[in-house]
Structures are given as C-alpha cells and as structure tokens.
C-alpha cells in the first residue's frame, strides 16, 4: 500500500496558480496510476486529473485546459499545477494512487486550496 503525503495548498486569488504536491512512498511508484481529487464543503469528492503508470492524462471537463497533473519517477512525486483558478476550485485536492495489480486506491490527508479576493 502506497503511502502519500499532499502539500502546496494554500489560499489564492481569482486568476492565480498553486502547484501542489504529493510525496509517494511504501510502494512501486511506477506500478500505480496516480491521480488528484476534491471535494469541496457539502459536496461529493470528484476526479480531477490522472495519469496512468504509462503516462497517459485524463482530466475532468472542468479543469481542461487549466490544470496539469504531472510525475517526477525519480523523485516518486506527483505534481498538479494549477492555473486561471477560480472560486468553484475552492476544495480539499487529495493525492490518490491506484495498484495496476489489485486496483486497490489510497489517498493522502488532503491539502486545501482556497480561491477567493
């Protein structure tokens, strides 16, 4: 089981970036798809962006365009820059990492990213 720790939240104004990032260890990193969630207050945590241990993205239609996930094998890190942010980004971003063996997920504590003036 991958263990995973998120960090580089923060609060930023409409329009700004933030570039969390999350710390894998206790695993193959290369043998897990990786991805973000959120979930903001009083709603459902939802897909943000994922990459599969062959490096291929996929990303919610809400952040297309604006949101990069990235992964640093060397360094076993994950990475989600975030750019044009906007009030509605307003959640918990979760790291998660999926066992391309037994599909098996696990998440990290979450970071918080806050988008208001």
């Known amino acids: 089981q991958m263990q995973l720790v998120e960090s580089g939240g923060g609060l930023v104004q409409p329009g700004g970036s933030l570039r969390p990032s999350c710390a894998t260890s206790?695993?193959?990193?290369?043998?897990?798809?990786l991805g973000w969630d959120r979930q903001a207050l009083g709603k459902d945590r939802e897909l943000v962006a994922s990459?599969?241990?062959?490096?291929?993205?996929n990303y919610a239609d809400s952040v297309k365009g604006r949101f990069t996930i990235s992964r640093d094998i060397a360094k076993k890190m994950v990475y989600l820059q975030m750019n044009s942010l906007k009030p509605e980004d307003t959640a918990v971003y979760y790291c998660r990492a999926t066992s391309d063996y037994s599909g098996y997920s696990s998440w990290g504590q979450g970071t918080q990213v806050t988008v208001s003036s």
């Open positions: 990459i599969t241990s062959g490096g291929v993205t």
């Open positions: 206790g695993s193959i990193f290369t043998l897990h798809a």
